[in-house]
């Protein structure tokens, strides 16, 4: 289902003080409910393209797995809206911090279990890399003009992989997290190292977003959008450097601003 992310439909346009009926698309949202090793672990609402990266990076930002070899077999049931995900180990990690849980697309009483396991999964940064002022500017650029879901839809987050000059990987979700979960699936699916990338985000760093990357072992990420305060509070402590409004030729840079390179 890779690159399953809307579908036609027809709607009733008003325009010049006329009314007319045209064809649009439309961001999908679909539940998707993850089975691990028999048990219902977590429904997520989601947009339905690159559906394992998506479970990959979901069971790791939550210390469910480590490596790829974690799972022994995955088998997706994308007409059901089934994933099911068998580990190699019999019982999963640490299982009376679990429960079943509803993960929304959008912030607010997303998780129910914030605390312990973004404890235990989330990395402080030490040392990370740097990245040009320019080079930020032309990055954001990028992620806009291959941004083809959202040009189509308007109604999806945009999260890439980066090294300080290029864009390595882009994926899309209506969710914020979700769209995160699949670049961390994506770097565990294909062993991509990630101390030595960055995040290049369209959405709104929560302390959600900034808890993923911290996850991931990035050390910067840049946002189209603005950050919460309890998001800074964490990149402060995680040592992640967080930039905000970049838009156009302009950015402003909330924490760990030494990352950030003028020439």
């Known amino acids: 289902m890779d690159g399953f992310v809307a579908k036609r439909r027809y709607i009733v346009k008003y325009r010049n003080g006329q009314l007319a009926e045209k064809e649009d698309e439309i961001a999908l949202e679909?539940?998707?409910t993850v089975v691990v090793n028999g048990q219902e672990f977590a429904t997520i609402v989601c947009t339905p393209g690159h559906i394992d990266e998506l479970v990959i990076g979901f069971l790791a930002s939550e210390g469910v797995i480590r490596v790829i070899d974690d799972i022994k077999a995955m088998t997706i049931d994308g007409e059901r809206g089934f994933v099911y995900v068998e580990l190699t180990s019999d019982e999963l990690p640490a299982k009376q911090f679990y429960a079943k849980r509803f993960i929304g697309s959008c912030?607010?009483?997303?998780?129910?279990?914030?605390?312990?396991?973004?404890?235990k999964t989330a990395k402080t940064i030490?040392?990370?890399i740097t990245v040009?002022?320019?080079d930020c500017v032309c990055l954001m650029k990028t992620l806009h003009e291959q941004s083809i879901d959202f040009?189509?839809?308007g109604g999806l987050h945009n999260a890439a992989l980066a090294t300080p000059d290029r864009i390595v990987v882009i994926r899309s979700d209506i969710g914020r997290h979700n769209a995160l979960d699949k670049l961390y699936g994506y770097c565990l699916r294909h062993q991509v190292a990630m101390k030595d990338k960055l995040i290049v985000f369209s959405g709104r760093v929560s302390s959600e977003v900034l808890l993923k990357a911290a996850k991931m072992g990035i050390s910067i990420?840049?946002?189209?959008?603005?950050p919460t305060t309890l998001a800074l509070d964490?990149?402060?402590e995680l040592g992640i450097t967080v930039v905000g409004f970049l838009r156009g030729q302009d950015f402003n840079v909330y924490t760990h601003e030494k990352r950030i390179i003028i020439e």
């Open 30 to 32: 679909f539940p998707l």
């Open 107 to 119: 912030c607010g009483k997303s998780r129910q279990f914030y605390f312990y396991n973004d404890a």
């Open 126 to 128: 030490v040392g990370g």
């Open 132 to 134: 040009k002022a320019d």
């Open 151 to 153: 040009a189509a839809t």
């Open 221 to 226: 990420l840049l946002s189209k959008s603005a």
């Open 234 to 236: 964490l990149a402060e």
